[in-house]
């Protein structure tokens, strides 16, 4: 990656009369940084950012939020367009590369795919050793954790080629995992994966398909499949993201640093959120019930909280959202699903906390998770499926970032410090005198 930041004056910090003058740099859009590097050198002083709420991390060239104005960019293109007239491939390819692929480039792109699909026969065996009800998050975070052990020709990150082909490895296998990840759930065998098919109807056709009955993949179900990969594709600088960023500065291979970010993802406060969110709406079970849910929510002393609604970026509705929304309906009624309690409620829900006060000053939108579990439930998987579908998109976003900080020679480990309120230095007190 070429370094673009540009110089946009300085800050001076005074501290004790001393004044520091500090660098401010500017990207292509979005908020300035103050470059602190050198606040310590000079100041014997950290910042302090528990939860980074204004810290960036990193120069990047991949995504920008705008999360004032509710827009997401992926390479500079709207979210919306690439969800209407491009291909979740086509979006990888976009991600990692920084330009839309012309004819050539795609169907090569897409081939390569296509024909790393299959996983090696002992991983395959690899989840006979989880319970059964195993949660297939779990799986998936010891099985991609695990091709470390299988796929040594594309573990050194510093090797341009080896990088390459475990790139291509992972969005060619995830597919495949997270299918076995539900077949093996559900006790059903695996379905190997169809290299006539398209991306996302080969990955139904493994979910789906059982060896006693042929099975036809629904090109309006393939299509809002694919339409909610790009959804979920990359995200900034997220909290699993940022965990793949971390991993990958100290040199870990690309299948742990990928496993650390499902890892991060599972939680209910991120990817975890769409089956939260659906287990939320399936609790409030009657329209009737949202008022106390609303209360609850808001509720200082009550853990509560909506699931799918707020974020710490946008303060607008999440983009996504509303393209979700809208696969949603397309499914539904392409499935012939005619009242959808749990949409019902979602619609309901929606409508009355954008127009409750707490919500509006808090500026709490639904955000990307709020009917993804809805869609996600009729297009026929379980909730235990829905975090593995995010991390199956995700991680397209996740190479490209571990990959652009790879060829940024400006990275370092990252290393974040403290402020310490432990004890001070005391000497050791033998039991016999404690
Ligand atoms: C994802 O970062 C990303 O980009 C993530 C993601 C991606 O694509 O990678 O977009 C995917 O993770 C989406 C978010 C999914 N999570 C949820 O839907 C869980 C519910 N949402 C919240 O837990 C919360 O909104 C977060 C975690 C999403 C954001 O938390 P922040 O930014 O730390 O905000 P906060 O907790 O400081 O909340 C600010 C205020 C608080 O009240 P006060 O302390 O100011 O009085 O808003 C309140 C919160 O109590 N609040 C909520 C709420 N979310 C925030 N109150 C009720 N219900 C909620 N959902």
């Not at 673009?4 to 660098?23: F, N, R």
């Not at 495949?176 to 759930?185: E, L, M, Q």
């Not at 996600?376 to 995010?390: D, E, I, K, Q, R």
């Amino acid at each position: 990656m070429e370094n673009k930041i540009k110089d946009a004056g300085t800050a001076k910090l005074e501290i004790d009369g001393k004044v520091t003058e500090l660098p401010i740099y500017a990207g292509s859009v979005g908020p300035n940084g103050i470059d602190v590097r050198a606040l310590y050198k000079h100041t014997g002083h950290f910042t302090f950012d528990p939860g980074y709420t204004s810290t960036c991390s990193t120069e990047s060239q991949i995504t920008y939020i705008d999360g004032g104005k509710g827009t997401l960019l992926y390479r500079g293109y709207p979210i919306e367009q690439l969800a209407e007239n491009s291909t979740f491939l086509e979006t990888a390819y976009l991600l990692m590369n920084g330009e839309l692929p012309d004819k050539q480039q795609s169907e090569a792109f897409v081939d390569t795919i296509t024909n790393h699909t299959m996983i090696h026969e002992q991983v395959e065996r690899f989840f006979h050793g989880f319970r059964r009800d195993a949660h297939p998050m779990a799986m998936m975070c010891g099985t991609i954790g695990a091709l470390s052990a299988f796929y040594h020709d594309s573990s050194d990150p510093q090797n341009n080629e080896q990088r390459d082909m475990a790139m291509h490895r992972l969005i060619a296998k995830l597919p495949t995992i997270a299918a076995r990840a539900y077949k093996y759930s559900i006790g059903q065998p695996f379905v190997y994966p169809d290299n006539s098919l398209s991306y996302s109807a080969n990955f139904l056709k493994m979910c789906f398909a059982v060896p006693a009955e042929p099975y036809e993949v629904n090109p309006v179900i393939a299509d809002a499949m694919d339409k909610i990969f790009i959804l979920h594709a990359d995200h900034e600088q997220n909290a699993s993201t940022s965990t793949v960023r971390l991993a990958g500065s100290s040199g870990a291979n690309p299948y742990a640093c990928i496993a650390a970010g499902i890892a991060c993802l599972w939680g209910p406060s991120h990817g975890g959120a769409n089956e939260a969110c659906l287990n939320m709406l399936k609790e409030i079970g009657t329209v009737d019930r949202i008022p106390e849910y609303i209360a609850r929510a808001k509720d200082k002393k009550d853990p509560f909280r909506l699931m799918g609604f707020g974020h710490r970026v946008y303060k607008n509705y999440d983009p996504r959202a509303r393209v979700m929304q809208k696969t949603t309906h397309a499914v539904l009624a392409e499935l012939g699903i005619k009242d959808s309690a749990v949409l019902d409620i979602a619609m309901e829900l929606e409508k009355i906390a954008l127009n409750d006060p707490y919500f509006v000053e808090k500026k709490l939108y639904p955000n990307v998770d709020f009917y993804s579990g809805i869609v996600l439930s009729a297009l026929g998987f379980p909730t235990s499926m829905f975090t593995v579908l995010f991390a199956l998109a995700r991680t397209v976003g996740w190479i490209s970032q571990w990959n652009e900080m790879l060829e940024d020679k400006t990275q370092r480990i990252g290393r974040p410090r403290q402020i310490y309120t432990g004890a001070t230095q005391r000497d050791y007190v033998p039991v016999s005198k404690r």
